[in-house]
């Protein structure tokens, strides 16, 4: 009898955890987790930033064809984006995306990588200096949330991104 209260109580107490953390995940906006990553990037050229909310929090219009322009992702599966890209003629650029469902996670990282290999393209062209960023850019995803980072500080902005959800 105790073995099984004991399990029941380590069941609960596992229960517990998992929906917590998925609260405050779906709690975060791409906005919130950007600015987390961004803070490691001290050497980030001139940049803007796009976001599918406006300042209220609500769906700015016109962000789905904007962002199926950059990914060629369908946005019906997006819930929100945050990007931030060089206006300095280089490569750099980080994309937050969050995912209606973490299901569609391999489609995006697909899109991704064909958004990194298009960009790379242009830049063999224009701006062969940059492109090693791009050889080196890194997709990852947690639970719904994707982020694209092509920059130098690449893998400090991963784990700003992994520490932010």
């Known amino acids: ?6 399990f029941a109580a380590i069941f609960c107490a596992v229960i517990f955890l998992v929906s917590c953390r998925s609260e405050s995940e779906s709690s ?4 919130d987790v950007l600015d987390a990553v961004f803070e490691t990037q001290s050497d ?15 769906q700015r219009e016109g962000w789905e064809d904007e962002f199926e322009i950059l990914f060629d ?13 060089s206006s300095a003629l280089t490569a750099d650029e980080i994309a937050v995306v969050k995912l209606d469902s973490s299901s569609d ?8 990588q064909a958004h990194i290999e298009s960009r790379l393209r242009d ?4 701006g062969p200096d940059e492109t090693a960023k791009l050889e080196n850019a890194i997709i990852d995803v947690s639970g719904s ?5 092509v920059s130098e500080q ?12």
């Open 105 to 112: 996670a391999n489609d995006f990282e697909s899109a991704a």
């Open 44 to 58: 980030f050229p001139e940049h803007s930033v796009i976001y599918s909310l406006d300042e209220s929090g609500a």
């Open 1 to 6: 009898m105790r073995k099984a209260s004991a």
């Open 145 to 149: 949330f994707c982020i694209v980072i």
């Open 123 to 126: 830049f063999r062209n224009y």
């Open 28 to 31: 975060k906006t791409a906005c």
């Open 73 to 85: 992702f369908d946005a019906e599966k997006v819930s929100d984006y945050a990007i931030v890209y």
């Open 154 to 165: 690449a893998s400090e902005a991963q784990d700003a991104f992994k520490n932010a959800l």
